[in-house]
């Protein structure tokens, strides 16, 4: 697989890669080769990654490089028409889908491709393992900054820890907890990261950290999965008869959260962001991904979105952690 860090194309790259996409009438069934390039936020980076080796693998005339940046920066690549393609947590409005069309003369194709939880994760020595939807508002809010406000006796301030500012994540929690305006760095402790990788690595060592995370992050089988060679996971990968059994990392304590609501007789069970709890809903930080794209068919993005949408690439995306949109869940295992 390719990987750029670069989060800039130059103009002569750009016209090798968009040269280099197929053009060629593509059949039902059959996949485009050439390359291609795919805009795609930090947090659903464990996600892409397998998928596009995986992808690669079987179609290896095909190549998909991945550019990992903030979902504004993402966003901001396709409606320049930087790239044809974009994961992110959020859609194109109607504005910007009109302005695809009328600037660029794209048409915008936008599907869910899986449906992810947003994970908030303590030092395996912090003894507070669950929060209320409204304790979580407070700390966000900046009401609760104390870790005595929540369990214990230390008085400590929470150090909110993310990946950056303008992060899908840091996104979520804003609209979900904030009024319209104000910034998490604003009414919290807060401190931004380069990437998610850093913000797993300071909350193991950090006693006092609260970190904000995509839960694909947290799932050990991907992990596992990667140490086999290809072609043995290739067989695994197309097996429609086993169970999926996800596991979640015991390297950090993964917080239980609870959402008493007159729907659920205000039940105060807290739940693990398990995919059997995403899929019921009892797990309340949620939010679904999306495949962005303006690539017409018979083009090597149009196949990877295929592939994504598929019982393979649903099936990597199930290993994460997440709920694949399009592959109901079967078994998981949730302690």
């Known amino acids: 697989m390719k990987l750029l860090k670069s989060t800039t194309l130059s103009l002569s790259l750009m016209a090798i890669v968009m040269g280099a996409v197929s ?59 930087a790239t044809q393609a974009i994961i992110t947590s959020k859609q194109l409005t109607k504005e910007q889908i009109e302005y695809m069309k009328a600037k660029h003369k794209r048409v915008v194709r ?14 395996k020595k912090n003894p507070v393992s669950a929060l209320s939807m409204t304790e979580i508002a407070d700390i966000f809010n900046g009401k609760i900054t104390k870790w005595s406000q929540l369990a ?12 950056n500012a303008e992060s899908s994540t840091v996104s979520y929690i804003r609209d979900k907890f904030l009024a319209e305006g104000e910034k998490l760095a604003e009414k919290t402790n807060s401190f931004a990261q380069n990437n998610n ?36 996971r290739m067989e695994d990968y197309k097996n429609e008869t086993d169970t999926i059994a996800t596991t979640l990392t015991s390297e950090v304590n993964i917080m239980k ?3 008493p609501t007159e729907a659920n007789d205000f039940s105060l069970v807290a739940y693990k962001p398990y995919q059997a709890y995403i899929y019921s809903g009892e797990y309340p930080l949620v939010r679904k991904i999306y495949m962005v794209s303006t690539a017409s068919n018979s083009t090597v993005l149009h196949s990877f979105y295929v ?17 694949p949109y399009h592959m109901n869940p079967r078994v998981v295992e949730v302690i």
């Open 23 to 81: 053009c060629t009438p593509v059949k039902r069934g059959e996949y485009a080769s050439g390359s291609a390039t795919i805009f795609c936020d930090d947090g659903f980076k464990n996600i892409l990654d397998e998928e596009i080796e995986v992808f690669e693998y079987s179609y290896p005339n095909a190549s998909i490089i991945p550019f990992y940046v903030s979902e504004g920066e993402a966003l901001d690549s396709l409606t320049a028409d």
């Open 110 to 123: 936008q599907n869910c491709i899986a449906v992810d939880a947003v994970a908030l994760i303590t030092n």
């Open 152 to 163: 214990g006796n230390d008085t400590t301030a929470i150090k909110i820890v993310f990946d």
């Open 197 to 232: 990788a850093q913000v797993f690595d300071i909350v193991k060592n950090d006693p006092d950290a609260l970190g904000v995370i995509s839960v694909s992050w947290l799932g050990d089988d991907l992990s596992v999965a990667k140490k086999i060679p290809m072609d043995q």
């Open 257 to 259: 959260v609870s959402n």
């Open 307 to 323: 592939f994504l949408t598929g019982f393979v690439g649903q099936k990597i995306i199930s290993l994460t952690g997440i709920l």
